[in-house]
């Protein structure tokens, strides 16, 4: 069945016809190895009676008689296609997720369950004012002020478990400046449900809050004016 023939089809037929020439030459240094009494694990390639290549690991070992001369071998297949093609497409995924992370231009990082950093990009560092061995393995607490710490903590710890949290805080750089940022918080889950890491991205949005409360002092400061004015006002069509 992993090659797409019967048990009919295969018998009396060398192993050879079953492989394409590169592997045949493959299986050649395999042999003699074989009839030297070595036995082996590796990786081999067949060809399924549609044409396509089946990815195999190959667990080999020789007959001997009592004399020593080889009489063949028994040989183990294991289908590891799909296997490789699962790890192609992890590793697909990983770069994908890499070439996000590392080179997205918001600030991004991410924790374990314990809340220590595991991981950072360059604009988080630059964001913050520390060096990539300043913070990894360091409790994501140090970002937030003393003050503003117990703020929403258990909130966002809650969300994030459970899917996500988003929202306004107030942090502080290394050097001590409070600045503002919009974070959004997501979780990773291992195949169990068990989370075991969380994922930060954090925009700076300083320069807007500032802009939003100069407009907000504005308007109250227009406010006070209008209800302090001592003159009547109205209003005509004239």
Same mark, same amino acid.
């Given at each position: 069945?992993?090659?797409?023939?019967?048990?009919?089809?295969?018998?009396?037929k060398?192993? *050879?016809?079953?492989?394409?020439?590169?592997?045949?030459?493959?299986?050649?240094?395999?042999?003699?190895?074989?009839?030297?009494? #070595?036995?082996e694990?590796?990786e081999?390639?067949?060809?399924h009676?549609?044409?396509?290549?089946?990815?195999?690991?190959?667990?080999?070992?020789p %007959?001997?008689?009592?004399?020593? +001369?080889y009489?063949?071998?028994? #040989?183990?297949? &294991?289908?590891?296609?799909?296997?490789? /093609? @699962?790890?192609?497409?992890?590793?697909?995924?990983e770069?994908?997720f890499?070439?996000?992370?590392?080179?997205?231009?918001?600030?991004?990082?991410? %924790? +374990?369950?314990?809340?220590? &950093? &595991?991981e950072?990009?360059?604009?988080?560092?630059?964001m913050?004012?520390?060096?990539?061995?300043?913070?990894?393995?360091?409790?994501?607490?140090?970002? /937030?002020?003393?003050?503003?710490?117990?703020? +929403?903590?258990?909130?966002?710890?809650?969300?994030?478990?459970?899917?996500?949290?988003?929202?306004e805080?107030?942090?502080?750089?290394?050097?001590?400046?409070? *600045?503002?940022?919009?974070?959004?918080?997501?979780?990773? /889950?291992? +195949? #169990?449900?068990?989370? %075991?890491a969380?994922?930060?991205?954090?925009?700076?949005?300083?320069?807007?809050? %500032?802009?939003?409360?100069?407009?907000q002092?504005?308007?109250e400061?227009?406010?006070s004016?209008?209800?302090n004015?001592?003159?009547?006002?109205? /209003?005509?069509? @004239?």
């Amino acid at each position: 069945n992993m090659l797409g023939y019967s048990v009919n089809e295969m018998l009396g037929k060398h192993l *050879f016809n079953f492989m394409d020439k590169k592997a045949v030459k493959l299986a050649i240094c395999k042999l003699e190895q074989r009839k030297k009494g #070595a036995r082996e694990v590796y990786e081999f390639e067949f060809l399924h009676k549609s044409g396509k290549k089946v990815q195999t690991l190959i667990s080999t070992s020789p %007959i001997m008689d009592p004399n020593g +001369n080889y009489n063949g071998a028994i #040989a183990t297949l &294991l289908n590891i296609s799909e296997l490789l /093609r @699962v790890e192609d497409l992890m590793m697909s995924s990983e770069m994908k997720f890499q070439k996000i992370f590392y080179h997205t231009p918001i600030g991004t990082c991410i %924790i +374990n369950p314990k809340g220590k &950093l &595991l991981e950072v990009n360059d604009v988080f560092l630059k964001m913050y004012g520390y060096s990539r061995e300043e913070v990894i393995g360091k409790t994501i607490g140090f970002t /937030r002020p003393s003050s503003e710490y117990d703020k +929403n903590q258990d909130e966002i710890h809650r969300k994030t478990s459970q899917g996500g949290w988003s929202g306004e805080l107030i942090n502080a750089r290394k050097d001590g400046t409070k *600045f503002y940022i919009y974070l959004t918080t997501s979780v990773v /889950r291992d +195949n #169990a449900g068990i989370p %075991i890491a969380y994922i930060g991205v954090a925009k700076d949005i300083t320069k807007q809050k %500032i802009t939003e409360n100069k407009l907000q002092e504005n308007e109250e400061r227009l406010r006070s004016l209008y209800d302090n004015l001592s003159i009547g006002l109205y /209003r005509s069509s @004239v």
